[in-house]
Nanobody, 130 residues
Framework: QLQLVESGGGLVQSGGSLRLSCVAS??????VVWFRQAPGKEREAVSC????????KYAEPAKGRFTVSRDNAKNTVYLQMNNLKPEDTGIYYC?????????????????????????WGQGTQVTVAS
């Protein structure tokens, strides 16, 4: 059973940066997806990274501003967020894929859907002030 813990959220001015971290032991062979949920809105996927780190995907609002990366030696996945905007405000969650990626082909895959993941962190609040 994976347990994911996010950190790094906070209050930042528009145009600022934050780096979120997601730590979990044992998720070396799991893809990781970052989601966020703004007040009154549905949860949406922001980015994903395959277990090998070879594949990274971004939702349109995140392209060019967010960078996902992972350090499997440290059991950590990061989401670097630059040029933050007030509309980026929300709770950010990391989630791990339901299945381990044991084949080389699988280790280069990730999907940005809630159906793809099976383990969730508790979330970290990001607030961007205008």
């Amino acid at each position: 059973q994976l347990q994911l813990v996010e950190s790094g959220g906070g209050l930042v001015q528009s145009g600022g940066s934050l780096r979120l971290s997601c730590v979990a032991s044992g998720f070396t062979y799991h893809a990781v997806v970052w989601f966020r949920q703004a007040p009154g809105k549905e949860r949406e996927a922001v980015s994903c990274v395959s277990s090998s780190g070879a594949t990274r995907k971004y939702a349109e609002p995140a392209k060019g501003r967010f960078t996902v990366s992972r350090d499997n030696a440290k059991n950590t996945v990061y989401l670097q967020m630059n040029n933050l905007k007030p509309e980026d405000t929300g709770i950010y969650y990391c989630a791990a894929g339901q299945r381990e990626q044991r084949s080389l082909r699988a280790q280069s895959m990730c999907e940005m859907t809630t159906e793809y993941v099976g383990y969730w962190g508790q979330g970290t609040q990001v607030t961007v002030a205008s």
